[in-house]
C-alpha cells in the first residue's frame, strides 16, 4: 500500500517543535473548529450499563439520522438502503468490494484523495487515472478524452466534488458526462459526497439528483469534515440498489460493527444539520478567499481559484515539490517558522505526475493563513536562490 503524503513529514514536524520552531500545518485537513456541545452532552447522556456492540448495519439512532439528514439536503434514502461505517473511509471500501471483483478497475480522475489508493489495495482493484490539469482548476476533459480508458474490467467511477485535494465543484454539465458513460457502459457511479456543503460559488450537484442512474449510484459519505467530528468515525454507505447494500452488510457483518456510543453522539447533528453546517462553511468561505488572495503575492506558483472543499494543489516553481517540502520542515525557519505541506505526487497514480505541486488545507485562522502563506514565499525565494 502507498504511505500517505499527507502524514509523510509529520514526525519531522513533532521533531521541529520540541526544538521550539512553530509549524504551521497545511499538509492535514483537520478543522481546527470546536466540535459542537450537543455531541458530548449526547455522550454524557449514555446510561447503558454495557457498551454493546451495535447492528452491523447500524444503530437506529444513526440511521434514522442519517435518513433525516439526507431528507433536510433533498436526498430520499431509506433506512435499509443504508449502512452506517466506520468514517467515509470504510464506505469506499465497501463500495469497490460490493462492485468489484478481484483484478477489476474503478476510473479516478487525478489528482485524487490519496487514500482511495490505499483502499484500492485493500479491495484487490485497479485505479484508471484520468488526468486533470491544474490550468482549468481540474475541472472534467470532455467525454471523447474520459471513454478511452473504459475497459472491459470497468466496473465503476469513482468522483468526489466537492474536491479533495483540488477544491474542484463539478457542474450539472460535467456530471451528466459520468452520467452518460455510466448509462452506455453499465457502470457503477460511486460518488464520495464528504464535502456536499463546502461549496462555494454554487450548490454542488450530487449522483442522486440523476433519477437515470438510480440502481447504479452509490453514495459514501461522512459526518467527519461537515460537524468537525473527524475522531468519532461515522460515515454511510447509501444505495437504492439493494444488492450493493446486501453484499456491503456482508462486509459489515465481518467486521461486525460501528463504535457504539459515537453513532448515538453524532445522532443530533444529523437530524438537524443545517445550525451546525452553516457557521463552519462561511468560516471555510472566508478562509478560502483569503488563501486565493495571498498565493496572488507569490511569484511564480501556478494556482487557481478553488470551488469547494478546503484544499487546493499548486504548481511550485521547483524541480520536486517533496523534496522542497522536506527541506521546508527539516531545515528552513523563517524567524523561528515554518510550514508543512503536504507533497502533489501522492494524489495521483501515474508515475512522474504532480512532481512539482502540492496540496494546501486552509485549516489555520486567517492571520495564521496570511502568516503561513507568506512563509512559504520566502522558502520559495531562499529555495530557488540555492539553487536546488
Not at 12 to 32: C, F, M, S, W
Not at 52 to 65: E, I, Q, R
Request: with cysteine; hydrophobic share 40%.
Amino acid at each position: 500500500m502507498q504511505g500517505s503524503p499527507i502524514r509523510k513529514l509529520a514526525s519531522t514536524a513533532e521533531v521541529r517543535k520540541k526544538q521550539g520552531i512553530r509549524v504551521y500545518h497545511l499538509n492535514i485537513g483537520q478543522p481546527d473548529l470546536p466540535t459542537s456541545s450537543a455531541v458530548f452532552e449526547a455522550i454524557r447522556k449514555f446510561d447503558q450499563k454495557t457498551i454493546a456492540y451495535a447492528p452491523s448495519n447500524g444503530l437506529s439512532p444513526a440511521l434514522s439520522g442519517w435518513k433525516a439528514y439526507y431528507h433536510h439536503v433533498g436526498v430520499d434514502f431509506e433506512e435499509k438502503e443504508m449502512i452506517v461505517t466506520t468514517g467515509g473511509s470504510e464506505a469506499i471500501v465497501m463500495a469497490m468490494i460490493a462492485v468489484c471483483d478481484a483484478g477489476e478497475e474503478i476510473i479516478v480522475f487525478e489528482p485524487f484523495y490519496t487514500n482511495y489508493n490505499g483502499f484500492a489495495s485493500i479491495a484487490n482493484v485497479k485505479l484508471r487515472a484520468v488526468p486533470l490539469s491544474i490550468h482549468n482548476g481540474f475541472h472534467l476533459p470532455p467525454t471523447k478524452e474520459i471513454e478511452p480508458y473504459i475497459t472491459t474490467k470497468t466496473k465503476a467511477f469513482i468522483i468526489n466534488s466537492p474536491s479533495n485535494p483540488t477544491g474542484a465543484v463539478y457542474t450539472r454539465e460535467e456530471m451528466l458526462r459520468i452520467v452518460d458513460l455510466a448509462k452506455r457502459h453499465n457502470l457503477f457511479v460511486i460518488s464520495d459526497e464528504v464535502y456536499r456543503e463546502f461549496a462555494y460559488e454554487s450548490k454542488a450537484v450530487g449522483i442522486t439528483e440523476f433519477a437515470q442512474l438510480r440502481n447504479q449510484a452509490i453514495v459514501v459519505d461522512s459526518c467527519s469534515k461537515r460537524f468537525n467530528v473527524c475522531g468519532a468515525r461515522i460515515g454511510v454507505i447509501a444505495s437504492h440498489n439493494t444488492d450493493v447494500i446486501a453484499s456491503a452488510l456482508k462486509i459489515g457483518q465481518a467486521r461486525l460493527s460501528v463504535a457504539t456510543i459515537e453513532q448515538i453522539a453524532v445522532a443530533p447533528l444529523l437530524n438537524d444539520p443545517f445550525p451546525y453546517t452553516g457557521p463552519i462553511v462561511e468560516e471555510f468561505r472566508k478562509r478560502r478567499d483569503v488563501v486565493y488572495e495571498e498565493l496572488k503575492r507569490i511569484p511564480d506558483i501556478t494556482y487557481y481559484k478553488p470551488e469547494g472543499a478546503f484544499y487546493i494543489v499548486i504548481g511550485l516553481p521547483v524541480r520536486d515539490a517533496e523534496s522542497f517540502s522536506k527541506w521546508m520542515i527539516e531545515e528552513f525557519e523563517f524567524k523561528r517558522e515554518t510550514v508543512l505541506v503536504a507533497p502533489g505526487q501522492g494524489f495521483y497514480a501515474t508515475s512522474g505526475k504532480g512532481i512539482n505541486e502540492v496540496r494546501l488545507a486552509f485549516m489555520l485562522s486567517v492571520e495564521d493563513l496570511r502568516q503561513s502563506l507568506s512563509i512559504l514565499g520566502v522558502a520559495l525565494k531562499e529555495y530557488k536562490s540555492k539553487g536546488m
